[in-house]
């Protein structure tokens, strides 16, 4: 009777873990640590920044590589309203980001995650930091046919001059919707 029991059990149990744990919004909450690197200038004359980030945090430890192009920087009138940009008596006072970055997330598992930049990010010069935006486009493994919005914020630690390697720190959040 125990293992009746037993078994009735385990077979209802096992479908709705399946399915809770495999479909709906998953939330964002990762630190990250890495560097942005320049790596040369493509065809249109752009210069290509590639960065290597460390993540710990929900859901699950990754690396993250991702390489885009460095638009020309901007005065402060141009960057997006709300941006946290010190205007200064120079030229230009930051850089928008746009689409023009692609990254990808590797777990420890080998399941990927896929995302494109989206319109609306910047980097400061003064404060040194980064804020951008990225569409979650498709996976492979536990995060196949996935979709979603991250948001990125990023600390940026410039050392040397020239500085061709700059440290960054800070935070990923958001969500990965699993269909």
């Given at each position: 009777?125990?293992?009746?029991?037993?078994?009735?059990?385990?077979?209802?149990?096992?479908?709705?873990?399946?399915?809770?744990?495999?479909?709906?919004?998953?939330?964002?909450?990762?630190?990250?640590?890495?560097?942005?690197?320049?790596?040369?200038?493509?065809?249109?004359?752009?210069?290509?920044?590639?960065?290597?980030?460390?993540?710990?945090?929900?859901?699950?430890?990754?690396?993250?590589?991702?390489?885009?192009?460095?638009?020309?920087?901007?005065?402060?009138?141009?960057?997006?309203?709300?941006?946290?940009?010190?205007?200064?008596?120079?030229?230009?006072?930051?850089?928008?980001?746009?689409?023009?970055?692609?990254?990808?997330?590797?777990?420890?598992?080998?399941?990927?995650?896929?995302?494109?930049?989206?319109?609306?990010?910047?980097?400061?010069?003064?404060?040194?930091?980064?804020?951008?935006?990225?569409?979650?486009?498709?996976?492979?493994?536990?995060?196949?046919?996935?979709v979603g919005m991250v948001d990125v914020y990023i600390e940026l630690h410039r050392f040397g001059d020239?500085?061709?390697?700059?440290?960054?720190?800070?935070?990923?959040?958001?969500?990965?919707?699993?269909?």
């Amino acid at each position: 009777m125990k293992r009746s029991l037993l078994l009735v059990i385990v077979l209802l149990a096992f479908p709705l873990a399946a399915l809770s744990g495999n479909h709906g919004p998953i939330p964002i909450n990762w630190e990250l640590n890495g560097l942005i690197m320049d790596i040369g200038v493509d065809a249109d004359g752009h210069e290509l920044k590639r960065f290597d980030l460390t993540l710990k945090g929900s859901p699950g430890g990754a690396t993250i590589s991702g390489v885009g192009w460095g638009p020309d920087p901007v005065p402060h009138d141009v960057l997006p309203p709300g941006n946290v940009c010190v205007d200064t008596p120079a030229p230009v006072d930051g850089v928008l980001f746009g689409e023009g970055f692609q990254m990808i997330a590797n777990f420890k598992d080998g399941s990927m995650l896929f995302a494109n930049s989206v319109d609306g990010g910047y980097l400061c010069f003064v404060p040194a930091i980064a804020v951008g935006f990225y569409e979650i486009v498709g996976g492979m493994g536990r995060y196949e046919d996935a979709v979603g919005m991250v948001d990125v914020y990023i600390e940026l630690h410039r050392f040397g001059d020239p500085s061709m390697i700059t440290a960054e720190t800070g935070t990923i959040t958001g969500e990965i919707i699993l269909p």
